[in-house]
């Protein structure tokens, strides 16, 4: 059997990378979570640690956080995968990119330091974005919009959830269906695999250098409806 870790951040991208390892038939060790030292919180997305927790928990894979620097961010990456690699049996490393040459650079090269395959379960061509996010909407996952662009997307974005109306509305920005290249951020809550909800309050907007964030509040899990 294949064993893989998933590199995670908490959003839609991830999580159907997730769901299509499953469906696979890929035993999905373990979900890494870089952290930087500098912030406290997520590289990905700026999230809560507890969240990612959560997550982990609704979905019942173990979280790994790795602790890195932004000077530091390769090694200690490559670091802590030869470490889970031993721990959990593992012969390949998952990404959820999905088009971006140099993300998937950058996945392989640390993959192969650490001697393990590097997986790119949702790799697509760029005009394959708006019909991935359709196939999110229709998935039975669901998930918030928790951080975005400025310069692509306002306020406005913050909370909605990625559903029809959203596929349909994105349509008509500069952002990528997907925001691959960051335009957008989510935070997914329940689904399938989920064995739990998250459930959350909406929070403040957080003004960050070049990006607005949501704060989720008040999270817990809670059996699913």
Known sequence: MKRAALSWSGGKDGCMALDKLVKEGVKVECLLT?????????FGHGEKRELILLQGEA?????????????GYTD????????VKEEYGLNSIAFGDLYLDEHREWGE?????????ASYPLWMKEDEALAALEAFV????????????????????????VDESFARDIQHTASCP???A???????????????????HIGEIIQMETTRRLELEDFALKDKD
């Open 178 to 180: 997907m925001g691959e």
């Open 34 to 42: 870089t952290v930087p030292k500098e912030m406290g919180r997520t």
């Open 76 to 83: 200690s990456f490559i670091s802590a995968l030869k470490v």
């Open 109 to 117: 090269k640390a993959a192969a330091a650490a001697a393990l395959e």
């Open 182 to 200: 960051g335009e957008y951020h989510t935070f997914v809550y329940n689904g399938p695999l989920f064995c739990k909800e998250i459930g959350f």
């Open 138 to 161: 229709d998935s039975g996952y669901k998930a918030k919009v928790i951080r975005v662009r400025e310069d692509v997307l306002g306020d406005g974005w913050l909370g909605r959830e």
């Open 59 to 71: 979905l019942d894979i173990p979280v790994r956080f790795i602790e890195c620097t932004f000077e």
